[in-house]
C-alpha cells in the first residue's frame, strides 16, 4: 500500500486521540523509565506518554516514514525509529509497550502480544487498543462494495484484508496465570459527524486504504463513490442532519 497520510489521519485527531487517553489512564505505572509506543503514527498518542511522565525517556516505532515525520515535528523530545511492529526488538527493557489502534494490522498478533509483555522489565505494562469493527456497516460496505463492482478482481479476498479481533476472553487466557494484572474493557464510542461523506473521508485514512490503494486513479474515485452510497442508506440523517458512527474497541492492559 502507498504510505500513511498524517493530514487526512489527523483531521478527527480529537476522536482518534481519545481511546489513546482512556488506553492511559488504566496504565498503573508511576514513574516508567522508558515507555514505547508502538505504531506511533504522527505522534498523537506518544505526546500522551510524554505530557504525562515527562521525565521518562519516550519512544516511537511505526513503518511509515510519513507518520514518523510528522511525529518527530511534534514531539522533538522524543526518539522516532522506523521498524516493524512484528519484529521488533527493545534495546532495553521498557516499563511500558503501548499499542493503540495497531495490533489489528498485525496477522497473528495474539501470538506476539506475550512476546512483547516479556520484552517489559518487572512490573511492566502492556497496553492495548484495537478497533473491533470489522462486523460494523461501516467496514462490512468495504468488502461489499470490493466484492460487487468492476474493481473486484483487482482487489481479492477482501475479508483477508485486516486481522479478525479475538473475543475477549482469548486475549485474557494469553496471559491467564502469568501476569499480576489483567484489566480488558470494550467500549463503543459513538461519534457525531456531518454526513456520509464524514464517515468516508473518516475511513480513508485507515481502512479503507486497503481498498483504495491498489485501484488506478480512475477506479478510486468510483470505488469512493459507491462506497459512500452504501454508507448514506446504512447511516441515516438524525434530528438534526448529522450522522452518527458507533465504533467499538477493545482494550487490554496487562501488568506482569
Known amino acids: 500500500m502507498a504510505d500513511w497520510n498524517p493530514s487526512l489521519y489527523l483531521r478527527f485527531e480529537d476522536e482518534r486521540t481519545r481511546p489513546a487517553r482512556e488506553l492511559l489512564d ?23 506518554l510524554a505530557e504525562r511522565w515527562p521525565q521518562a525517556e519516550v519512544e516511537g516505532i511505526d513503518t511509515s516514514e510519513n507518520m514518523l515525520a510528522e511525529a518527530r515535528k511534534r ?32 496477522p497473528g498478533h495474539a501470538a506476539l502480544l506475550p512476546r512483547l509483555l516479556a520484552q517489559t522489565g518487572p512490573g511492566g505494562v502492556l497496553a492495548v487498543q484495537m478497533p473491533d469493527n470489522l462486523d460494523e456497516p461501516s467496514h462490512r460496505l468495504m468488502r461489499e462494495t470490493a466484492a460487487e463492482g468492476p474493481w473486484a478482481a483487482r482487489l481479492g479476498d477482501a475479508s483477508r484484508i485486516r486481522e479478525r479481533i479475538l473475543p475477549a476472553e ?15 474493557w470494550r467500549t463503543t464510542y459513538y461519534h457525531v459527524l456531518d454526513d456520509a461523506a464524514a464517515i468516508a473521508s473518516w475511513l480513508r485514512a485507515t481502512g479503507l486504504r486497503a481498498f483504495l490503494d491498489p485501484l488506478d486513479a480512475e477506479q478510486q474515485p468510483a470505488f469512493l463513490e459507491a462506497y459512500t452510497a452504501r454508507i448514506a442508506k446504512a447511516y441515516p440523517p438524525r434530528a438534526d442532519g448529522k450522522v452518527v458512527l458507533a465504533f467499538p474497541r477493545l482494550f487490554i492492559v496487562v501488568q506482569r
Open 26 to 48: 488504566r496504565v498503573p505505572l508511576a514513574a516508567p523509565g522508558v515507555a514505547v509506543d508502538l505504531g506511533c503514527g504522527p505522534g498523537n498518542s506518544t505526546q500522551l
Open 75 to 106: 514531539l522533538p523530545s522524543a526518539r522516532f525509529e522506523r521498524a516493524d511492529v512484528t519484529n521488533w526488538q527493545a534495546a532495553k527493557p521498557p516499563a511500558l509497550i503501548f499499542a493503540n489502534a495497531v495490533m489489528q494490522w498485525v
Open 170 to 184: 482469548d486475549y485474557y487466557n494469553l496471559f491467564a496465570g502469568e501476569a499480576a494484572l489483567i484489566d480488558i
